[in-house]
């Protein structure tokens, strides 16, 4: 196993993010796992990671299978500093999952987006959990 230092911020109940995290310990990796629904989110630790993944509140959103619309979070109106403090309080609102490696920070939507952030990958073939392939018998990515 290496031992890079790779953190993902997970949501189990989220087959994307099982997804993701598959991959990275298929490859190898030993990561930190961050259930943030369980642990919260701080506003300075939100600004740190979109930030560095190029986000912005509004574009981290998870605006299905969240309260974001009942909490009238959808509206064009919203600030980030609002959806910012609705992430905090509600952190299921973040959109998942968010990977950081010495290569970068990403949301990882879809899952094979994760590839660009390690140095080495799974042996092929790997599938998502719907079947989808993402990496070939020969150890090559699939796109689609």
């Given at each position: 196993m290496t031992e890079n230092m790779i953190v993902i911020y997970h949501?189990?109940?989220c087959g994307t993010s099982r997804n993701v995290l598959q991959l990275i310990e298929a490859a190898g990796y030993l990561p930190q796992v961050i259930e943030y629904v369980k642990?919260?989110?701080?506003?300075?630790?939100?600004?740190?990671?979109f930030a560095a993944a190029d986000l912005t509140p509004r574009s981290a959103l998870r605006t299905t299978k969240s309260p974001a619309a009942e909490l009238n979070l959808l509206e064009e109106t919203?600030?980030?500093?609002?959806i910012l403090d609705?992430?905090?309080e509600y952190p299921i609102l973040v959109n998942r999952p968010i990977v950081c490696t010495p290569k970068g920070v990403r949301l990882c939507r879809p899952s094979e987006v994760v590839l660009d952030l390690l140095d080495?990958?799974?042996s092929g073939p790997f599938a998502k959990e719907d079947g989808e392939l993402i990496i070939d018998e020969r150890g090559n990515r699939v796109y689609t």
């Open positions: 949501n189990p109940d642990e919260g989110w701080t506003k300075p630790q939100l600004l740190g990671l919203v600030t980030d500093a609002q609705a992430m905090v080495h990958w799974p």
